[in-house]
């Protein structure tokens, strides 16, 4: 069955860098386009980033913009999501997301808390 398991979250001053991991299974993942999502205390889930299969493009969010990266190795069946200069507003539970024929597939997400 699909599985999308995250890491890598933490607890990180302002200014300071996290590199999230999203392990992929139970399905064709150098096909998928597959996205970083976040949800903060009291917001609604938001879309961070994409990245389609091979890699060659992303967005991002305006938020974060310039301060996050997000890549993938397909050989590891693997997407990552390095963020840097990080902001109290940065401060959610992150999520991978594949979909497929209409329907979501969710990792079960990592806190990232940037505090000082």
């Known amino acids: 069955q699909v599985q999308l398991v995250e890491s890598g979250g933490g607890l990180v001053q302002p200014g300071g860098s996290l590199r999230l991991s999203c392990a992929a299974s139970?399905?064709?993942?150098?096909?998928?386009?597959m996205s970083w999502y976040r949800q903060a205390p009291g917001k609604e889930r938001e879309l961070v980033a994409t990245?389609?299969?091979?890699?060659?493009?992303?967005n991002y969010a305006d938020s974060v913009k310039g301060r996050f990266t997000i890549t993938r190795d397909n050989a590891k069946n693997t997407m990552y999501l390095q963020m840097n200069s990080l902001k109290t507003e940065d401060t959610a539970v992150y999520y991978c997301?594949?979909?497929?024929?209409?329907?979501?597939?969710w990792g079960q997400g990592t806190q990232v808390t940037v505090s000082s």
């Open positions: 997301k594949w979909r497929r024929h209409g329907l979501d597939y």
């Open positions: 139970g399905f064709t993942f150098s096909s998928a386009l």
């Open positions: 990245i389609t299969s091979a890699g060659g493009n992303t």
